[in-house]
C-alpha cells in the first residue's frame, strides 16, 4: 500500500512538472510568433499584419537596439518560469494536502501555480520601477545643484554621473547610471538632451520622469528657469516617496496580521489532524472535499482582496 501510494505521489508530481513545463514553452513561442497568411494573392495584407505585429514587439521588448531598457517589460528566461511555477505549485500542493489528505486532489489543484510566474514578473517590473524612482530623485537633487553653482546643463548630466558613481553602490541595478551615461554619450554627438529624456521617459513608464521631461524640454527650447524647475520635481518626487514610506510603514502591521490570517485555517486543520485524525474524516467524502474547495476558494479571493486593500498607490 505504502509503495503504491509513493508511486501516486511521484506520478503526479512528474505529470504536473511536465504539464507546467509544456505550457510554459508553448506560452513562450507565443510571444515570438509572427503573422504569416502565406497566400500570394494577399501580400499586401500579410505585410500590413506583419508591420503591426512587429511594431507591437518593438514596443513589449525588455531591451532595446542600444541596449537600454524598457521598464514596461521583463523577459523571464525559461528557467526563472519554470523556477516560479514550481514554487508555486509547491506551495499551493502542501496547502492542498492539509484540507484534502489526497495526493490526487492536491495534485490538481497545485496546476494553478503553473501561471505565477506572470505574477512574479509584474512584482519584478514594479521593484525595478521603484528602485529608478529613487535613483532619478537622487540624480535630480545632484543636478539642481550643478545648476545652482552656475554649471551649464551638459556638465550638470555629467557631475549627475560621476556623483552618483562615486556616492551610492548601486551593484548590478545602477539603472540611472546606465541612462545617464546613454544621455551624456548623446550629448557628445550633438543630439538634444530633450530627444534622449523623452526616450528615457517613454521607457521608464514612470509618471513624474514623463512629466519632469515634458517641463524640461518646455523651459528649454522657451528660455524658462530649468534650475527652478529640477529642483520642484526633486522636491516633489522626494515628498511623494516619503508619503509612500510612511503610509508603508502604517499598514505594515494590517500586512502582517492578513498574512497571519491567511495562515491560520491551515493551522487549525493541520492541528486537528494531528491531535483528533477522526474528527476530519467527514471532510474526507466527495462532499467533503468540495466543500474544502470552497475554503479554499474563499482563503483565496480573501488574501487577494487583502492585498489589493494594503497596495495603496501614491
Known amino acids: 500500500m505504502n509503495f503504491m501510494l509513493i508511486m501516486v505521489v511521484m506520478g503526479v508530481i512528474v505529470a504536473a512538472t511536465i504539464v507546467a513545463i509544456v505550457l510554459i514553452i508553448v506560452n513562450s513561442r507565443k510571444d515570438y510568433e509572427e503573422i504569416d497568411d502565406g497566400a500570394v494573392g494577399e501580400n499586401t495584407v500579410a505585410v500590413k499584419r506583419k508591420t503591426i505585429t512587429k511594431i507591437k514587439k518593438d514596443a513589449e521588448q525588455a531591451v532595446n537596439k ?28 502542501i496547502c492542498s494536502y492539509i484540507f484534502y489528505n489526497s495526493v490526487i486532489w492536491a495534485g490538481i489543484v497545485s496546476l494553478i501555480g503553473i501561471g505565477y510566474y506572470k505574477i512574479k514578473k509584474k ?101 524658462g528657469n530649468l534650475k527652478s524647475v529640477t529642483e520642484i520635481t526633486s522636491n516633489i518626487i522626494g515628498e511623494k516617496i516619503s508619503i509612500k514610506q510612511d503610509i508603508e510603514t502604517l499598514i505594515s502591521g494590517k500586512k502582517f496580521e492578513s498574512n497571519i490570517l491567511t495562515i491560520i485555517p491551515f493551522a487549525i486543520v493541520l492541528f486537528i489532524r494531528i491531535s483528533s485524525p477522526d474528527f476530519l474524516e467527514p471532510l474526507y467524502t466527495i462532499q467533503g472535499r468540495l466543500i474544502s474547495t470552497g475554503a479554499l476558494v474563499i482563503i483565496l479571493i480573501s488574501t487577494l482582496w487583502g492585498r489589493k486593500i494594503t497596495n495603496i498607490e501614491v
Open 66 to 93: 542600444e541596449g537600454l531598457i524598457n521598464y514596461n517589460c521583463y523577459e523571464m528566461t525559461l528557467i526563472e518560469k519554470v523556477k516560479w511555477s514550481l514554487i508555486a505549485m509547491g506551495v499551493v500542493f
Open 123 to 223: 512584482n519584478i517590473i514594479s521593484k525595478r520601477k521603484q528602485k529608478l524612482l529613487l535613483q532619478f530623485k537622487e540624480a535630480l537633487y545632484i543636478i539642481s545643484s550643478s545648476l545652482s553653482a552656475g554649471k551649464s546643463v551638459e556638465n550638470a548630466f555629467v557631475d549627475a554621473y560621476d556623483d552618483l558613481k562615486t556616492i551610492f553602490d548601486f551593484g548590478k541595478e545602477d539603472y540611472i547610471l546606465q541612462e545617464l551615461t546613454y544621455i551624456n554619450r548623446r550629448i557628445k554627438i550633438n543630439q538634444t538632451i530633450e530627444e534622449a529624456l523623452d526616450d528615457f521617459a517613454t521607457r521608464s513608464g514612470l509618471e513624474d520622469v514623463v512629466t519632469f521631461s515634458s517641463v524640461f524640454g518646455a523651459c528649454k527650447s522657451t528660455g
